[in-house]
């Protein structure tokens, strides 16, 4: 799994700031490090890099939006990672 912004849980990856090409392949390495293998079947980005209503908050606030890391920087990570 692979995280974005995760606020206050700094015990994921030290809480990364975004979800950058950094990000992903550095929260890669490690997941394929703990898991002992070279390959991985499935990858999920929790967290987008962008302002969402979380635990428990439902209702959108735009004045929490931020600046955020492109899709297309998020994709061709992971494009990248395919391609190794």
Known sequence: KVTGPSG????????P??????????AVEGSLA??????IDLLQLHWPDRYVPMF???DYQPVCSYT??????????????VQQ
């Open 34 to 39: 703990r898991l002992g293998t070279d390959y």
């Open 17 to 26: 700031a975004c979800l950058d090409a950094h990000a992903i392949q550095c």
């Open 56 to 58: 428990g908050d439902t």
């Open 8 to 15: 206050q849980m700094t015990w994921i990856r030290d809480g």
């Open 68 to 81: 955020s890391v492109p899709i297309e920087e998020q994709m061709e990570a992971l494009v990248n990672l």
